[in-house]
């Protein structure tokens, strides 16, 4: 057990509708990632917080996904109007501070399944 | 943008037998991780590398960086049934800011 938590563990949607899904990191790690994994593929960066601040979003987090972290704690991913394509694992890490010592491990979650119909 | 390529996608070995998989990368590499992910599980860190020709061990696991940090492997030697998953090789860029992941290599062991 990492100690990272995301609800739900699956979800199934129709094409369309919005859905949003929740992460809570180990409770010292002040980053947190959101990580995107299709059938057979690696998992693809979407976006990471530094505490609240979200510092860099990928060019594959469209406008109709949005992320938070309101206070520096859980985090949430919404995606609206969602498609076909948008069904895939999404995984959330998170890591202590980055130090001399070089990038710190990351702590994935379960992961939340989605299946868009 | 940056890019590790990993091979074999996939393999499929009988139990007692060794196992490698290698990442490459046509840039030098600051540093890499590698991932173990079990079917139907989430990625759980192995190992980071981070000096040129380092070797480093984990029991019958063994991870090496390339002297000009742009390879590097995993050899897992007499593999196990427990050894079943995907192994990802994955580079911390932007000051490790976000890990970029290889497509992985699939294990599968025949007991």
């Known amino acids: 057990d990492t100690g990272v938590s995301q609800n739900p563990r699956h979800k199934i949607t129709k094409r369309g509708q919005n859905v949003t899904f929740r992460c809570d990191p180990i409770s010292e790690h002040n980053r947190l990632y959101w990580y995107r994994q299709t059938l057979g593929q690696g998992p693809e960066f979407l976006t990471y917080f530094q505490n609240e601040a979200q510092l860099e979003k990928s060019r594959l987090l469209s406008d109709r996904f949005s992320a938070e972290r309101p206070k520096g704690s859980f985090s949430t991913l919404e995606i609206q109007r969602t498609e076909q394509g948008d069904s895939a694992m999404y995984l959330c890490?998170?890591?202590?501070?980055?130090?001399?010592?070089?990038?710190?491990?990351?702590?994935f979650g379960p992961g939340t399944r989605l299946t868009v119909l | 943008g940056q890019q590790v390529m990993q091979i074999p996608q996939y393999q499929h070995v009988q139990e007692g037998e060794d196992f490698t998989t290698y990442c490459n990368s046509s840039t030098t590499l600051s540093n890499i991780q590698w991932y173990k992910q079990r079917p139907g599980g989430h990625p759980v860190f192995l190992i980071q590398?981070?000096?040129?020709?380092e070797v480093k061990k984990q029991k019958r696991l063994t991870f090496q960086f390339g002297e000009a940090k742009k390879n590097s492997s995993l050899h897992i030697t007499a593999t196990q049934t427990t050894d079943v998953g995907t192994y990802f090789c994955?580079?911390?860029?932007?000051?490790?800011?976000?890990?970029?992941f290889g497509a992985g290599t699939i294990l599968r062991v025949k007991s």
């Open positions: 590398l981070v000096k040129s020709g």
């Open positions: 890490a998170s890591s202590s501070r980055v130090t001399s010592g070089g990038p710190r491990r990351q702590f």
């Open positions: 994955a580079e911390p860029v932007e000051y490790g800011n976000k890990l970029v």
